[in-house]
């Protein structure tokens, strides 16, 4: 359990889409306040995620090969297709897209953005981070919190470390902007620029790797 949450934290905070929405919100006027609002949310859902399989659970894993254990891994093996498929679809069609623009010359849609963030308020920026969760990937780590046993120290530890490794690309972003923020806004905005051009492979890789670990992983466990 402790690495499968591991690396869904790691797919999770590198997802590009979120950071890209994440530098618009803390580049924009009260950005500092934006992104602390964004984070909040963002760790909210994982909490509320948690918290609800833990509700279920009891903080006690299932029996290994009983009904719910089997329906767990039965989830896990659905989502890991379903994260080989959307690489697949993702790489296929931008395949199909014409060739990005250059980072000098924005597209319309991220200047019509950049223009909403500027008068979004708090309340904004968290239903953004709500809606950019990468709600597949934290659906596999809701399916793997089924084995947490709370009696154990290091379920603990691990549920812990999953929200703060999936969180940890934001909050470095955010302090970031608190320290240095003349340095940090040029740094982000070329952090956007350089994903804008590159979010598809990334979307490609980070689906597809922890979509064939999701797959394996239960194969062998329903197997076994």
């Avoid at 598809?200 to 992983?217: N, Q, S």
Wanted: charged residues 10%.
């Amino acid at each position: 359990m402790v690495l499968d949450l591991l690396l869904i934290g790691l797919a999770v905070t590198l997802f590009p889409l979120p950071i890209m929405a994440f530098v618009l919100v803390v580049s924009a006027p009260r950005g500092v306040r934006k992104g602390l609002a964004f984070i909040l949310a963002w760790l909210a859902c994982l909490v509320a995620v948690i918290a609800a399989v833990l509700l279920l659970t009891g903080g006690q894993p299932p029996p290994p090969r009983s009904p719910p254990s089997i329906a767990a891994l039965a989830a896990t093996l659905a989502i890991g297709v379903g994260l080989v498929l959307y690489s697949e679809h993702r790489r296929r069609r931008s395949r199909r897209d014409a060739p990005a623009p250059s980072a000098n010359e924005p597209t319309a849609s991220g200047t019509s953005l950049e223009s909403r963030m500027d008068q979004a308020t708090g309340w904004s920026a968290a239903a953004l981070a709500v809606l950019l969760q990468p709600w597949g990937m934290v659906a596999a780590a809701a399916a793997t919190v089924v084995q947490a046993d709370l009696s154990h120290a290091e379920s603990s530890l691990a549920l812990f470390a999953f929200c703060l490794l999936a969180t940890s690309t934001l909050l470095a972003m955010e302090l970031y902007m608190v320290f240095s923020p003349e340095k940090a806004q040029l740094a982000l905005t070329n952090l956007r620029a350089w994903l804008e051009r590159h979010k598809d492979p990334a979307i490609v890789v980070a689906c597809l790797v922890l979509g064939l670990w999701l797959v394996g992983r239960s194969l062998y466990q329903l197997t076994a």
